[in-house]
C-alpha cells in the first residue's frame, strides 16, 4: 500500500446536480495495488478532525496499482456521499479519525470561493490541516465544476 502526501492527487471535477452526483481525481502520484483513499464531504472542523454525520466513498487501487495520471470518476453518488448543491465539500484523505491525513479539499455550491473558518453544519467546512488554500484546498461558488488547466508538467506546477 502506498501511503500518499499532501499534493499526491487532485480532485478535478465535481457535480452536486441530482442527476450527475459524481466527482473526478487525478492521482500525481503511482499507488500500488490495495492503496486506499477515501473521500467524505464531512466538513473539517477548526479544531482538526472530521465533523460527524455525512458520508464516505473509499477507493482502493486495483491489481498491478495506478500509474501517475490516472483520473478516476465516480458516479451515481447518493447515500453515504452525496454533495448538496447549498453548500459542500469533498475532501480526500487516508486515514481514520483523528489520525486521517487530508491529502486535498474542494468547497463548492455556497456561492462564495472561501472556506468557513470551522465545520458548523453540513455545508461547511475549514480548511483541512496541511492543505493550502489555492493548490490542495480549492473553493468555488458553483455546484459543478471541472478542471481546465494545464495537464505536463511537475506536480507543484499543475497543483498551482
Known amino acids: 500500500m502506498t501511503t ?5 492527487l487532485a ?5 452536486a ?3 450527475g452526483k459524481s466527482f473526478s481525481f487525478v492521482l500525481l502520484q503511482a499507488v500500488e495495488a490495495g492503496t486506499v483513499i477515501s473521500f ?3 466538513g473539517w472542523l477548526a479544531a482538526g478532525g472530521f465533523r460527524a454525520g ?5 477507493y482502493t487501487a486495483g491489481a498491478g496499482g495506478a500509474a501517475a495520471g490516472t483520473v478516476i470518476t465516480v458516479t451515481g453518488l447518493t447515500g453515504s456521499l452525496n454533495p448538496s448543491t447549498s453548500g459542500d465539500q469533498i475532501i480526500a484523505y487516508q486515514g481514520s479519525g483523528p489520525s486521517a491525513t487530508p491529502l486535498f479539499a474542494l468547497d463548492f ?3 462564495n470561493t472561501t472556506y468557513a473558518g470551522d465545520a ?3 455545508n461547511t467546512s475549514a480548511i483541512p490541516t496541511g492543505l493550502a488554500t489555492g493548490s490542495t484546498a480549492l473553493a468555488f461558488g458553483t455546484d459543478n465544476g471541472a478542471y481546465v488547466g494545464a495537464t505536463t508538467g511537475t506536480k507543484a506546477e499543475i497543483l498551482s
Do not use: K
Not at 11 to 15: D, E, N
Open 120 to 122: 458548523t453544519n453540513s
Open 11 to 15: 480532485l478535478i471535477g465535481y457535480s
Open 54 to 58: 455525512e458520508g464516505v466513498y473509499t
Open 109 to 111: 455550491a455556497d456561492g
Open 40 to 42: 467524505t464531504d464531512n
Open 17 to 19: 446536480d441530482t442527476a
Open 4 to 8: 500518499l502526501t499532501v499534493g499526491d
